[in-house]
């Protein structure tokens, strides 16, 4: 053989042999391209219409119901598409425990909307990572100290139910709304807690602080505002938009003068409620120059804003819907009253009551559920890729925790969409505690203030049912109380008025 056929059978057997390792690579890649495939599922859902997505199938008044149903054809995990955006939705209570609970971390994050782009990483409910947890352990810790859940909270939380059952005598049984007076008293217990005092609600400045609050909770889940989350470009054209802006300006120059009266009476050694905590923190961060402090105005600002619209808006907006649902279902609010009478007669009803009233425990329970009052609760966001119920989720997916599924769950709660107390009773009339009762969600998202809230709808709901009968106004029956909600990032009752009758 010669040296050219030697190099020439040479290189044919070198590029058959290539030959060979490309299709064998070609024919493993692929395989496991396949494979690969199988376990990358996404969770199903209804098809997207181009850009629109699915907002065809979504009732943007009120989309907790849109995706309840949507949950019954797709299953407890499922996407669908607010126009180009992708949102992960997971229903019911089995699925929703496992993801907040045993996926905390994975699903941990929060997704800040463009609605909430201008305190995006600030403060507490809008932030992720180091910031949020440093201001939400700051916050706890403080909240702890100026007694969440303890003696001194109670003292606050009696003292200021003498001050609305005052404002409340002196509609002297005619019809009044419930929602200044039970919203001031509400946002009197986070403000001392925050501001170190309470105010007059007679204040112009603290009714409209607390007026601004409550509008900016129902336009942040207002339709036109999911829309602008979708658009922002159209933002500029919504008068709901423009009217966010312009209270978050007032909030803020509000704050700031409250922070500036505070500075000007501070005393290091004996804090009056978070904002001194916060402002001696700061002193002390600047003093030993510490770079990158979170202490500072924008996290201060942010932080406060936090907490007084979620200690104001969630815990007034329960106890509307307790009053009303006594209005509505009489029997029941009779049953609450003979239990009071029995077990506290005319003493200030206090925490360690509780365990003596099953019943009323089991009403306020009842009611909480009912009123699912965050019906989609605060949007989350996955913080990597995740695995989860057989499906793929990728990292930075919004995911939508729908504690409406959990709280009317059809396979944990025997009449879901009814009011009945007896959910949380058992054959003895004891009261009895229900996995499936998250109304503050569950995991590291949870409400930080649960404890407190818990504290004042037990006080404020059994003090004024100790001392008022509530009825409709007269000419209207208790079939005619409208328990349609107005739909916002909370479900507030719609405007109503009811009657206070004084009890002997």
Same mark, same amino acid.
């Given at each position: 053989m010669s040296l *050219?056929? #030697?190099?020439?059978?040479? @290189?044919?057997?070198?590029?058959?042999?290539?030959? *060979? *390792?490309?299709l064998l690579m070609v024919v493993y890649f692929y395989s496991f391209d396949l494979s690969l495939k199988e376990d990358v599922k996404e969770p199903p859902g209804p098809k997207p219409l181009g850009f629109l997505g699915n907002l065809f199938q979504i009732d943007l008044k009120k989309p /907790?119901?849109?995706?309840?149903?949507? @949950?019954?054809k797709y299953g407890p995990v499922f996407t669908v598409c607010f126009g180009h955006k992708k949102v992960v939705v997971l229903a019911g209570y089995k699925t929703v425990k496992q993801a907040l609970i045993n996926y905390a971390e994975e699903f941990g994050d929060r997704e800040i909307p463009p609605t909430f782009q201008n305190i995006r990483e600030h403060g507490i409910l809008f932030s992720n990572g180091e910031n949020w947890k440093e201001m939400r352990r700051f916050a706890i810790s403080n909240l702890r100290d100026f007694g969440m859940g303890k003696r001194k909270s109670e003292e606050k939380i009696i003292e200021e139910i003498q001050y609305l059952k005052e404002v409340i005598?002196?509609? #002297?049984?005619?019809?009044?709304?419930? @929602?200044?007076p039970v919203n001031c008293a509400v946002s009197n217990i986070i403000s001392s807690i925050v501001y170190g005092s309470r105010f007059k609600y007679s204040d112009p400045e603290f009714k409209?602080?607390?007026?601004r609050a409550n509008e900016n909770v129902r336009i942040g889940g207002s339709a036109a505002l999911r829309i602008f989350s979708l658009f922002p470009w159209i933002g500029r054209f919504l008068s709901d938009r423009r009217k966010l802006v312009s209270n978050g300006e007032k909030n803020n120059k509000q704050i700031r003068e409250l922070v500036e009266a505070l500075k000007k009476t501070l005393n290091p050694d004996e804090p009056r409620g978070i904002v001194d905590s916060f402002l001696i923190r700061k002193q002390s961060d600047e003093q030993s120059g510490k770079k990158d402090s979170r202490f500072h105005e924008k996290n201060l600002f942010v932080t406060v804003a936090n907490l007084f619209v979620a200690g104001t808006d969630t815990t007034g907006t329960t106890l509307r819907w307790g009053l009303l649902l006594m209005a509505k279902y009489p029997h029941i609010q009779d049953r609450v009253q003979e239990e009071i009478q029995k077990v506290i007669g005319g003493r200030q009803p206090v925490t360690e009551d509780r365990k003596y009233l099953p019943y009323t425990d089991a009403v306020i329970h009842e009611i909480q559920r009912l009123a699912n009052i965050v019906p989609l609760g605060l949007p989350h966001e996955t913080s990597c890729d995740v695995h989860f119920n057989g499906y793929f989720i990728k990292k930075g997916t919004t995911v939508y925790a729908l504690l409406t599924s959990v709280l009317q769950d059809e396979d944990e709660w025997e009449s879901p969409h009814t009011f009945n107390p007896a959910h949380f009773l058992n054959e003895k009339g004891q009261f009895v505690k229900r996995d499936a009762f998250l109304p503050f969600s569950a995991g590291r998202r949870a409400?930080? #203030?649960?404890?407190? @809230?818990?504290?004042?709808?037990?006080?404020?709901?059994?003090?004024?049912?100790?001392?008022? /009968?509530f009825t409709p106004p007269p000419g209207v029956t208790e079939e005619q109380l409208d328990l349609t909600p107005v739909v916002g990032i909370t479900l507030n009752p719609s405007k109503h008025e009811l009657c206070a009758i004084k009890m002997n």
């Open positions: *050219v056929e #030697g190099l020439l059978l040479q @290189a044919t057997s070198t590029s058959l042999l290539l030959g *060979v *390792v490309v /907790h119901e849109s995706l309840c149903k949507l @949950a019954k005598e002196g509609f #002297g049984g005619k019809p009044f709304d419930t @929602a200044q409209q602080m607390v007026d409400c930080l #203030g649960e404890s407190l @809230a818990r504290m004042e709808l037990f006080l404020f709901f059994t003090s004024l049912l100790q001392d008022f /009968h």
